[in-house]
């Protein structure tokens, strides 16, 4: 039926109730005797401007079925637009994970670091929101889409089971076809582009995870490297005395004193931490002679090796906050004396106390220099740092085994005073702390 038509049919249909209207006692009184109704045709373009055409009252209260198919588009429209906003909505989440993703990405120099630091201390870094995992995202997404398709389908068959295509003019049936694959098209062409978003996210995702792991297995085998040690030299007590403030009260002791010795190597690790001067190292005391052995660098007078009084200047630079091994070898013969520095032989010296034998059952002092046997320390010439492995020999080691210590390679304990912690006492406050002095000199390169 073509639009004139229908309104045809309207402008009849106003007729008949103008004309029932007529019939009844109001009727006569509201409208002036002998007047009547003329029915003149409109053009189709005032069908809208017009007065609008009432409904048409049917049996049983049902609609006629252009205002039912009216209000289905109206109601089809209106869900429309409710599955734009949904998809919208999903699209917006979908671009805040791609966001978070860059972000973490962008972080990169970190996140090695940061998701190795996370794994070992079990940390989390949400971005500042809830945790949200990307495949149960992306599954939501998944379901809602199929949900949309299912209301879709839903109103395909209400609209068949209510309105009888049949009955409808061809022209609206074709409309509301045209609409209908439209809005199918357009959700088929969103499915596809959140599948393509999905796919995209995963691999982005994947990629990530399998940079981080990469990062991760890095480091656990820089972790192991370091673990098996890069040295080979593991000290069979590992420890230092720690000797933190310039007092008189302040040191360490050796529990077992010297035998009388013809010649010796004194080596140890040290790290100064005052100035000017280090102060003394250690001293070697002994009734009659509080100075049988003593290295010492007082005020800004140069290193000096004290034996039975006597005086050697040493070429030794060892005042700049940093681990240094030093070396120390003499003889009675000539008094000859050799000073290593990091392995490397610096200076060397003769008639330093020569034929002169190194005195038995004194006292050996830690960070003091001794004015009598055991005692009569100077703040003055305290040691400030700390210190470890000091071991004394009673032979001149060999420059290649004195190397070979410096740089952690073997493992000599000293024959005579060997570094070991029941051997050690500290007094004053002064601390013993555990420490592998060589894997700690590598922080100070």
Not at 103 to 113: I, L, N, Q, T, V
Not at 182 to 209: F, I, M, P, W, Y
Not at 326 to 349: N, P, V
Not at 367 to 390: C, I, K, L, W
Request: aromatic share 6%; proline share 6%.
């Amino acid at each position: 039926r073509s639009p004139a038509g229908m309104l045809l049919v309207a402008a009849g249909l106003l007729l008949a109730v103008a004309a029932g209207g007529r019939g009844s006692p109001a009727a006569e009184q509201e409208s002036p005797p002998g007047s009547r109704f003329v029915c003149t045709s409109l053009p189709l373009d005032a069908a809208g401007a017009g007065c609008p055409l009432p409904p048409v009252p049917m049996q049983g209260g049902a609609l006629p079925p252009e205002e039912e198919l009216k209000a289905t588009v109206l109601q089809l429209r209106e869900t429309v637009l409710q599955q734009k906003e949904t998809i919208g909505s999903q699209r917006e989440a979908i671009r805040e994970l791609t966001g978070k993703l860059s972000r973490c990405e962008g972080a990169d120099g970190k996140s090695a670091a940061g998701a190795w630091k996370n794994e070992v201390g079990k940390g989390k870094d949400t971005m500042g929101d809830l945790p949200r995992d990307p495949a149960l995202v992306i599954e939501q997404l998944s379901r809602t889409m199929q949900t949309l398709k299912d209301r879709l389908e839903s109103l395909e068959h209400q609209l068949r089971a209510n309105v009888s295509y049949a009955a409808l003019p061809s022209d609206l049936r074709e409309m509301l076809q045209r609409r209908l694959g439209d809005l199918e098209r357009q959700l088929l062409s969103k499915v596809a582009e959140l599948e393509d978003e999905k796919s995209l996210l995963h691999n982005e995702t994947s990629a990530h995870r399998q940079k981080t792991e990469t990062a991760l297995n890095a480091l656990l085998e820089r972790v192991s490297e370091l673990e098996k040690g890069n040295s080979a030299f593991k000290a069979p007590d590992e420890f230092k005395v720690s000797l933190p403030l310039r007092t008189n009260y302040l040191y360490g002791k050796i529990k077992k004193t010297l035998p009388e010795l013809y010649a010796f190597t004194v080596c140890l690790w040290l790290r100064s931490s005052a100035s000017p001067g280090i102060g003394t190292p250690f001293s070697y005391a002994v009734p009659g002679q509080a100075n049988e052995i003593v290295l010492i660098e007082w005020g800004n007078n140069p290193i000096e090796l004290l034996i039975n009084d006597k005086v050697a200047q040493l070429p030794l630079f060892i005042s700049d906050g940093k681990w240094h091994h030093i070396c120390i070898t003499w003889t009675t013969r000539d008094g000859m004396w050799e000073a290593f520095q990091d392995g490397e032989k610096l200076g060397t010296g003769e008639n330093l106390a020569p034929w002169h034998p190194i005195k038995p059952g004194g006292v050996l002092i830690l960070g003091q220099e001794q004015d009598t046997v055991g005692g009569r320390f100077d703040a003055t010439q305290a040691f400030v740092g700390e210190m470890s492995q000091f071991n004394i020999w009673d032979r001149v080691l060999r420059a290649e085994d004195i190397m070979n210590i410096a740089n952690c390679s073997i493992n000599m304990p000293g024959n005579i005073i060997p570094w070991v912690d029941n051997n050690v006492d500290v007094f004053g406050g002064a601390t013993k702390w555990p420490v592998e002095t060589c894997e700690e000199r590598l922080l100070d390169l």
